[in-house]
């Protein structure tokens, strides 16, 4: 163990504990956006410097071991340090304190950003973050035309000319009542669906259009009975049976416990969608908006 020191490496311990987090290396490789075979090969090298199993493999993911959860423990403490002390040199470089203005879509509103904007809030106490919802067009727009000091949104062709950083993925996923004909699949693919009566969001989210797109694309169109302004409000709606709906997946399970519904993936591709960071120029960021924009793409 005496070379542990001089052996371990960092990046191995923040794979491992998003594996050990996500209970599964190929949830955590999507999550690191590296390949699983990369995150495999990582823990089995920490393993073999430890000379002990830290995780046991199973065909649906993954069991840590005694000498894992040691690890783990260990790890999160040892990150948490450097993250803190990359904290207080950025404060010493750049007098980390200011006001930045983000324009970012619902989906990463609702799903990642509280979490993000929090964390980040803990070791940057003295920056004040304006975080302003806006459809994904909008949010490009309003980065163009430099009224924020940065946009998060889907990852689109209109992103052409901006530089951007991937954020996050997520995937979308189809709510129906718990009584619904098709409430016992395992997942659906929009062709599955397409006769029935939807509820969606306004015609100018991003959402919308894309499924609207997707659907000309099959020669049909979506019939959406009723149109609403949130996230929570098509939740409801779909458990008062009043249409099916198509939100992102991690949204939509927050809501199982509460509702009469059920989540089945969006089997089709496009369903998986990745989320961007995206300004201008990051050169020409202000110092407290390219330290945000650092640590939200952090993982990239």
Not at 273 to 280: D, G, K, L, Y
Request: glycine share 4%; aromatic share 4%; net charge negative.
């Amino acid at each position: 163990m005496e070379n542990l020191l001089r052996k371990l490496d960092l990046t191995s311990l923040r794979l491992f504990v998003a594996v050990c987090q996500e209970h599964s290396i190929a949830r955590a490789a999507e999550r690191e956006f590296i390949a699983p075979s990369a995150v495999s090969r990582r823990i089995a090298e920490l393993e073999s410097l430890i000379g002990l199993p830290l995780i046991q493999r199973h065909t649906r993911g993954v069991t840590i071991t005694e000498a894992g959860r040691t690890v783990l423990h260990h790890a999160g403490k040892l990150i948490g340090d450097v993250e803190a002390m990359g904290a207080d040199l950025s404060r010493l470089f750049s007098g980390a304190k200011g006001h930045v203005h983000v324009a970012a879509n619902l989906s990463a509103i609702v799903q990642f950003l509280p979490e993000d904007v929090a964390a980040f809030q803990r070791l940057f106490p003295d920056i004040d973050i304006e975080l302003e919802e806006c459809h994904s067009p909008d949010v490009l727009r309003r980065v163009r035309e430099r009224d924020v000091d940065f946009g998060i949104c889907n990852k689109t062709a209109d992103i052409e000319g901006l530089h951007a950083l991937p954020y996050r993925r997520d995937r979308l996923a189809v709510m129906l009542p718990a009584s619904h004909p098709k409430a016992a699949a395992r997942q659906l693919s929009l062709q599955d669906i397409a006769a029935e009566t939807f509820v969606g969001l306004g015609p100018d989210s991003a959402l919308t259009q894309m499924l609207a797109a997707r659907a000309q694309a099959m020669g049909t169109t979506l019939t959406v009975k009723i149109r609403v302004t949130s996230l929570d409000a098509l939740c409801r709606m779909a458990h008062a049976g009043l249409g099916i709906a198509i939100m992102p997946q991690q949204v939509a399970e927050l809501y199982l416990s509460a509702l009469d519904v059920v989540v089945k993936p969006l089997s089709d591709p496009w369903a998986r969608r990745e989320m961007s960071i995206v300004c201008i120029d990051p050169e020409q960021l202000s110092a407290s908006a390219s330290v945000l924009l650092r640590f939200l793409a952090q993982d990239t």
